[in-house]
């Protein structure tokens, strides 16, 4: 019976970390891989990688030719401060994400622009969004020009029940979606802050928030040239018959400086895989839990392992730097 790989990716260089995910995963999966930025030292199923944390889709695709293996049902990448459910193993796993054949997961694939109104919905993206090149124009990098054409791209998004019209379109900046993002979060957060962080939070939090954005948007065309998604990707499953694809994709995105919450998604749909979301799963989502579960077990990792609630399939982030191993 094939096996999955377990491919646990890491934003900065924690080599100490190394030995902990281990011993978390390591009766769970027979293979497991590292993917690791400037990475110096000799084990041997540690990649040393070479990008900018934004773009660790580039991890995947520099480290594809060390954890490509023959006989993997299935790359399972993770991000090394994302906490797997104890109870997922290397024989269960399609059952807990759903999974079948070539399938791949993905949390969930969203639209960077909600169409009614040509607002971008995920104002703190929008910058790669805009900088995307035109395939034709981009010097130095003309594997562009081998991604789908844009009528390609946007039958693939169509496939996929992503909205479309919006591209190549003028896109209204969206302040008032910066505000309700901002005071959402911040309603999820309140009960964490005393009472002088509630007041730093909406007097000079939002101020800044907001005059970033400013700053930010203010520089760029207001337009989207060429069909991007978006959407949680700290945890991502392919299919060992899209492996290939997926991390060429990977790499000429990170080659393009696009932002990986964009690049992994916008690959997947370009790559028309049947992608399974968190919503098939049945499970609840894992986001916003957990400053609950630094309460609730006193930032004890083995107690959280122990009595990892089991309606979830993940959680994250889970700093192995703030919690007692």
Known sequence: ????????????????????????????????????????????????????????????????????????????????????????????????????????????????VDENNREILWFQWNPWAYEFPDLRSKKGLEELKNLPTYDEAVQLFKNHNLQTKHF?????????????EYFNKFSQNIKFLNFTQKIGYVLFGLFYRVFQYWQRNRRHNYTIDYPLACGYSDIVIVSSAKIEEFGYYCGVFSAANLFAEIAIPTALVLMDAHIVQHENTGYQVPEERVPSLHKKFQNNLPDLIKDFPKNMLYVHPIKLSVWNK
Not at 32 to 57: C, R, T, W
Not at 68 to 89: E, G, T, V
Request: hydrophobic share 35%; charged share 20%.
């Open 1 to 112: 019976m094939q096996k999955p790989l377990l491919v646990v990716i890491y934003n900065h260089k924690y080599p100490k970390n190394i030995a902990i995910i281990e011993k978390i995963y390591q009766q769970r999966f027979s293979h497991i891989h590292h993917l690791m930025p400037f990475y110096q030292g000799n084990k041997e199923n540690v990649s040393a990688v070479y990008d900018n944390s934004y773009y660790f889709q580039g991890y995947i695709a520099q480290g594809l030719k060390d954890y490509y293996q023959k006989n993997i049902s299935h790359y399972l990448f993770i991000a090394d401060d994302l906490l797997l459910n104890p109870a997922i193993d290397e024989d269960n796993y399609q059952d807990f994400f759903k999974l079948s054949g070539d399938d791949c997961y993905l949390h969930k694939i969203k639209n960077l």
């Open 168 to 180: 190549k379109k003028k896109i209204k900046s969206a302040y008032l979606q910066v505000i309700r």
